[in-house]
């Protein structure tokens, strides 16, 4: 059964950092591109940021570049977002997800595996 459990979410002042972390079980870990959406109340699931498992390639979102990071670790099965200069719109449940396919790394559809979220709420 593969499994994703996110960590680390939670209230930060705007201008503050969070660290999350997604712990992947039950999957060949280092066979799978990652990725990290968002999803504020009233609004679509969107994308944050990728990596890539053939060649640790990342990709952001234009409203997180600069801002975001994401790093995967194999050894550990996880998968992690630092968060920097929060702002009040990166208010969200924060979601991290699993994709063997090769292309789409935006679009939610082409992720099979999905963990259960973390809110992050950033005050202003």
């Known amino acids: 059964q593969v499994r994703l459990v996110e960590s680390g979410g939670g209230l930060v002042q705007a201008g503050g950092s969070l660290s999350l972390s997604c712990a992947a079980s039950?999957?060949?870990?280092?066979?799978?591109?990652m990725g990290w959406f968002r999803q504020a109340p009233g609004k679509e699931r969107e994308f944050v940021a990728a990596?890539?498992?053939?060649?640790?390639?990342?990709y952001y979102a234009d409203s997180v570049k600069g801002r975001i990071t994401i790093s995967r670790d194999n050894a550990k099965n996880t998968v992690y977002l630092q968060m920097n200069s929060l702002k009040s719109e990166d208010t969200a449940v924060h979601y991290c997800?699993?994709?063997?396919?090769?292309?789409?790394?935006?679009?939610?559809?082409?992720?099979?595996?999905w963990g259960q979220g973390t809110q992050v709420t950033v005050s202003s």
């Open positions: 039950g999957l060949t870990f280092s066979s799978y591109n």
């Open positions: 997800a699993a994709s063997f396919r090769t292309t789409g790394h935006q679009n939610p559809s082409q992720y099979i595996y």
């Open positions: 990596v890539r498992w053939s060649d640790d390639n990342r």
